[in-house]
């Protein structure tokens, strides 16, 4: 009587290969189970929290728009202003710490010296960033 033992041929191969199958088995099992639990451990007792009021210690200013029309007529936010008026608004404002940025819209049919005059009087009541608003280009696609 004989017994056969392994590959008769003498090919000793080892198998290097390794099974992951017991490996994902257990990974889903543990993701199933922390699925379950996260919801019992989120929850808190309910509370009614204190409202609170935060006041900024610096204040950013707003920007100030000047408007200048087709006429040459001078809006400070919206508000019409006159010529001779502007130059001591322009000064109290550029007192405020930090200096509010003021920006300059002007009409397209404005002839350049009434905005040239506003940015005369903002230069000479010391306002240090002037900046002017238009419109975005507007480009045909072909």
Known sequence: MGMSVG?????????SSINTTPLVDI???????FLITIPVVVKTVPLKLPDIS???????PENIVIAVNADGKIYWN?????????LARIQE????????????????????EFIGRVVATCQRGGIMKVGFITDPEVRNVD
């Open 7 to 15: 590959n008769s041929d003498g090919d000793d191969e080892v198998n």
């Open 27 to 33: 990974m889903l099992v543990l993701l199933i189970i």
């Open 54 to 60: 935060n006041e900024a210690l610096v204040t950013k």
């Open 78 to 86: 919206e508000k019409l202003v006159a010529q001779r008026d502007l």
């Open 93 to 112: 404002v550029a007192q405020i710490v930090p200096q509010p940025e003021v920006h300059i819209r002007g009409d397209r049919e404005a002839r350049y």
